[in-house]
């Protein structure tokens, strides 16, 4: 939005009533009787606007706040639930490492034995058992079904935008990705209203766009900003991976994750 | 209170939200300019608080945090309700549950009761990048630095949008001690 020229008087006034002004503007709003007249006249507004203090219904403050509680509770779960996850998720890793790093030993032993072989009959007949595990050790993790537990429990455990997308409906809560500070303030670039459907083609349009990223919200490691937008009926940023694979779509109320839309 | 909230303690959060409860309040309902609608940005508010509290990073104030989500919410609501249809009166000009306390609420002063709605009303017809600055500004009394986080502007920017909202409010009330209040009142709904 186009913001219209303030008239210098009254902003140099109004600063002079919240004193944000220098020695010089002091001086001149103080020596200036019009100047003065018109800082007591906005005195009286901004006294108006301070002294009218609507107060809430206790019963709707109980109301709120009780549901705001068992928000809460829903997100403690929902932290405990991704805890146990990673614990399960890092007892696979270990085993998986455990067994590759078993079936790298067995194909050593196994090119061992070819050479071997090579060089003499006898010493293969006493390898072979050896090498004919190797591929049963190797196989074990990459049977179909270990390789779809382990990859959706990988998946469950690192990857917030996933997760954000399918627990923020049962529980009410959802992770952002780590991610740095961002000191500079934003300025709006703003992408309209989108939805699941029409996301990727408006996002693939703004991935070259670098306004300032937003201050209030952490920039998405490895992503660029690129605009404001209302996404399926909620106020959000958009950010782009700086491969343009997909964008991150972030809530600008709770600056939390709430989709990850491929953009290839 | 804000660290045993982070931790889970639930009556630290209870008592966190409550301490906050009415400041948050506040914000909505002088943004929004009416109770249902102030009541429903309210709860959001808080219940974003609550989700977003784990993530609460210390960079700003926690009260500046709250009141960025209470801007935002109550932001949010302003846009719902543009999208929503009209039907009858919207409350728009009368707070309903909720209610206004001033300083000279008494029957007896009448005068001090119309010249509050009038600025009440005159409120509500600000643009609502000037009323969010005008409202963190004199109903918070934040300062510059703050409410340019809380409403992602520059501080330069802060400055002129409340020197132009009071401007404008200025010229809405009409000249100081306008003996008719019907004519410093605003006739005109946002």
Redesign the interface.
């Known amino acids: 939005m186009t913001e219209p020229a303030p008239v210098p008087d009254d902003e140099l006034v109004s600063a002079y009533l919240d004193d944000a002004v220098d020695a010089a503007d002091r001086a001149r709003v103080e020596n200036t009787p019009e100047l003065l007249a018109q800082a007591d006249r906005l005195a009286g507004i901004r006294n108006a606007v301070a002294t009218s203090r609507p107060v809430p219904d206790p019963r709707q403050r109980d109301e709120h706040i009780a549901n705001a509680l068992a928000e809460a509770a829903g997100v403690i779960d929902l932290a405990e639930r991704r805890e146990r996850r990673t614990r399960r998720f890092a007892v696979l890793s270990a085993a998986a490492a455990v067994l590759v790093v078993a079936g790298v030993l067995a194909l050593i032993a196994g090119r061992n034995d070819h050479d071997t072989s090579t060089a003499g009959k006898s010493v293969a007949a006493t390898t072979a058992p050896s090498a004919a595990g190797a591929p049963s050790a190797l196989a074990a993790p990459t049977t179909p079904a270990d390789a779809a537990g382990a990859s959706s429990d990988r998946a469950a455990s690192t990857t917030p935008a996933a997760e954000a997308a399918t627990t923020t409906v049962a529980a009410g809560a959802t992770t952002t990705p780590a991610s740095r500070p961002v000191a500079a303030p934003s300025s709006t670039a703003d992408l309209g209203t989108i939805d699941a459907e029409s996301a990727p083609a408006v996002l693939r349009g703004a991935r070259d766009r670098r306004p300032p990223a937003p201050a209030a919200c952490a920039l998405p490691s490895g992503t660029h900003y690129v605009g404001t937008a209302i996404y399926e009926g909620t106020s959000v940023y958009a950010f782009v991976t700086d491969s343009s694979a997909s964008a991150i779509v972030v809530d600008r109320l709770t600056c939390v994750v709430v989709a990850d839309v491929p953009l290839t | 209170l804000v660290v045993a909230a982070r931790r ?1 303690d ?1 009556q630290a ?2 008592a966190l ?2 301490a906050h ?2 400041q948050v ?2 914000v909505c ?2 943004l929004v300019g009416n ?1 249902p609608d ?2 429903d940005a ?3 508010a ?10 609460f ?1 210390g ?1 700003s104030r926690f009260s500046t945090w709250i009141y ?2 209470a801007t ?2 109550a ?2 609501e302003i ?1 719902r309700r543009a999208r929503r249809p009209l039907l009858g009166h919207s409350g728009a000009d009368q ?1 309903e ?7 000279a609420s008494q029957p007896s002063d009448e005068r001090a009761v119309d ?2 709605l009038a ?2 009303a005159a ?1 509500q017809r600000l643009p609502v ?1 000037f009323r969010a600055a ?2 963190l ?3 918070l ?1 934040l300062e ?1 630095a703050d409410i ?2 809380i409403l ?3 501080p330069g ?1 802060v ?6 909202g ?2 404008l ?2 010229e809405m ?1 009409g000249p ?1 001690g306008n003996p008719d209040p019907a004519a410093r009142r605003p006739s005109e709904r946002p």
């Open positions: 889970g639930r959060l209870d939200l409550r409860y009415d309040y506040a309902f002088r109770a102030a009541a309210t709860q959001d808080l219940i974003a608080i609550v989700r977003g509290l784990p993530r990073d960079r960025r989500i935002n919410a932001l949010d846009r707070p549950s909720g209610r206004v306390e001033t300083a010249d509050r600025v009440d409120l990048e005008v409202v500004r004199d109903l009394d510059y340019s986080v992602e502007v520059p920017t400055r002129s949008r409340i020197a132009r009071r401007a409010l200025a009330l100081p």
